[in-house]
């Protein structure tokens, strides 16, 4: 099959092999495999090809280069936003205050027409502000990959329905291609087309320059995909003619564990696992118990609304996880929906299409919560039934996670409204009618609101799971305490054991410490003690257990507790025990002989 479209040469394409879902998505990402993805086999055709040539050896060494330049990102870890530069609301894009001059600077200037075809000196050409030194800090050119860019394109028309050509591929590795897609991109669109999409896969530093220098792209659009900062914003509007609006979203997506595993080797023998247990809502959380991974993805689109026909940018840089062909097919898999085949057909609003990109992250939130539900349900059996402590440790992980996506989605519903509250101005042409205007509206408003109900859905899920890691963390710690109290219990007791101990050997010499003391006494050699030497043991008992005596009344008369009077009794029926000691000793005596000889009788 063969026909030609501007500068492009057709020519079929062998057909990739089917791969098996995110399993071979995730191997992909963790691995580096060498090969490229794939797309499924029902939703092939001959395709748009721009110098197409057999894989060479050059190619496998230009594989394993990416491979090794992935290695830093294996662990899929996502820089920290930097939103003062997200938006072109911010007078200074991507400024450092302390390095670069702020005195006085001559204004730039803006390109001549001729200037801004020449695409290679994007985004200078279109946007002087932006100097080479803001360029390079924000990365937007120098992070792109090298190597060969694909774009797949998805068109729908003015009926609403998508074109049944199947997945056009572009892909640009040398000059000649280059020269070839930018002609392309030249080329006038057919009158019927409503909306073209363009994913493009793997966007080289040349991509990006053609795509920003033919659509009029905001830079900012560039610099947030690459630095995965949230933005959304309206640019370059112009009442009942056309505007730009720019959504970056990050977004959180589950899958498989792969060859390699995403959390961190062990540095040292002697290393402890605290140190490997680090809170980083920045880094993929690993759910131990099915074996698969939460991480983020990233959903970058940019969308030019026109009145004849719309442009959607959805970019897709060779780490991020959700692949060109996987959203590509999903799009044009939406064509095939009765319900979105009405929503296409009924509205003139090419914002309908620009929705759809947002349910796919809805998706993936859906299927993430419904991992962490079973996950929840594993960790609280796992610390219920361990007496480990550690164990906890996986549940406060995991609360720092949940409480990091309230930011997400609270990024997440702000960009829907964003999209329900800025009114296409193409909308406003005279050629669109009042009652199409009004059934567009209508639908955009219906299915935003939908979109944000599901949105707080979510977040409820997220509460809901939040309060039960808090619930059981606090068992956690509940059932400890209650082992310590009982472990304090059996302590006091011993401790009351080894007192009553104690205080026996104290009574015990309490006993013989008055004859010690007259032993002693009796050992002195002095004539008021022993005048004439002759001192017997008769008087020694007499005087040790005299003072015995008095020594134990005293001891028991100064406690304020003892089994020899009753508890409360006041200081004379202390001093007074030992008759009322021999009292009650007597009348038990006397009681009990009465008893056995009533019993005789």
Not at 110 to 128: D, L
Not at 280 to 294: F, G, H, N, W
Not at 427 to 456: G, W
Request: negative net charge; aromatic residues 10%; charged residues 25%.
């Amino acid at each position: 099959m063969g026909r030609s479209m501007g500068a492009f040469s057709l020519a079929p394409r062998d057909p990739p092999s089917a791969v098996s879902g995110k399993r071979v998505f995730a191997s992909h990402l963790l691995a580096a495999m060498l090969e490229h993805h794939s797309i499924p086999m029902d939703t092939l055709s001959p395709s748009i090809s721009i110098g197409i040539s057999k894989k060479a050896g050059g190619d496998d060494t230009q594989k394993q280069s990416d491979s090794a330049n992935q290695e830093s990102c294996m662990l899929g870890k996502t820089p920290t936003p930097v939103y003062r530069h997200a938006t072109p609301s911010g007078p200074w894009p991507w400024m450092d205050f302390d390095e670069d001059v702020l005195g006085v600077t001559v204004p730039p200037q803006q390109a001549t027409e001729s200037e801004r075809k020449v695409w290679n000196r994007y985004p200078q050409s279109s946007f002087p502000n932006w100097t080479d030194t803001q360029v390079n800090r924000c990365k937007m050119l120098t992070e792109c990959p090298t190597g060969e860019s694909n774009v797949f394109k998805v068109d729908v028309f003015h009926d609403g329905k998508f074109s049944e050509e199947g997945p056009d591929l572009a892909t640009i590795k040398d000059s000649q291609t280059e020269a070839k897609f930018w002609g392309w991109l030249q080329d006038p669109r057919e009158d019927n087309i409503r909306v073209r999409t363009f994913f493009v896969k793997n966007m080289t530093k040349e991509v990006l320059q053609m795509l920003g220098a033919k659509y009029d792209v905001e830079p900012f659009f560039f610099s947030s995909l690459t630095n995965w900062i949230p933005s959304r914003y309206q640019e370059s509007l112009v009442p009942k003619k056309r505007d730009h609006i720019t959504i970056v979203l990050p977004f959180i997506r589950v899958i498989e564990a792969g060859p390699v595993s995403l959390r961190p080797q062990r540095k040292e023998a002697g290393s402890s696992e605290e140190d490997d247990q680090i809170i980083d809502t920045q880094s993929p959380l690993c759910l131990k118990s099915c074996d698969k991974y939460i991480l983020q993805d990233l959903l970058s689109v940019h969308m030019v609304r026109g009145v004849q026909s719309s442009t959607i940018i959805s970019c897709h840089p060779k780490l991020r996880r959700t692949t060109a062909e996987q959203l590509h097919s999903l799009i044009n898999r939406t064509g095939r929906s009765v319900y979105w085949s009405k929503i296409f057909n009924r509205s003139k609003d090419p914002t309908c299409l620009f929705l759809c990109f947002l349910w796919y992250a809805m998706y993936e939130w859906d299927e993430v919560f419904e991992n962490l539900y079973a996950h929840i349900n594993w960790l609280e059996q796992m610390v219920l039934s361990s007496e480990n402590i550690r164990e906890t440790r996986d549940l406060h992980i995991l609360h720092a996670h949940l409480l990091y996506y309230r930011t997400l989605l609270d990024d997440f519903r702000k960009s829907v409204v964003f999209v329900q509250e800025t009114v296409n101005p193409a909308m406003q042409d005279p050629s669109v009618t009042d009652n199409e205007r009004a059934e567009s509206e209508k639908i955009l408003k219906k299915e935003t609101d939908y979109l944000i109900s599901e949105i707080e859905r979510l977040e409820s899920q997220r509460m809901m799971q939040v309060m039960r890691l808090k619930n059981v963390i606090d068992l956690a710690f509940a059932t400890v305490n209650i082992d310590d109290s009982r472990y304090m219990k059996e302590l006091t007791i011993a401790t009351v054991r080894d007192s009553a101990a104690m205080k026996q050997i104290s009574y015990l010499t309490m006993v013989f410490l008055p004859a010690n003391f007259m032993a002693n006494v009796f050992s002195m050699n002095v004539v008021e003690i022993n005048p004439s030497g002759g001192e017997t043991l008769a008087h020694y008992i007499e005087g040790a257990v005299g003072l015995t005596l008095f020594a134990t009344w005293v001891a028991i008369a100064l406690q304020v507790e003892s089994n020899f009077f009753p508890q409360g009794s006041n200081v004379w029926r202390r001093v007074g025990w030992p008759v009322y000691y021999l009292w009650d000793c007597w009348l038990w005596v006397y009681h009990h002989i009465v008893g056995t000889k009533q019993k005789m009788t």
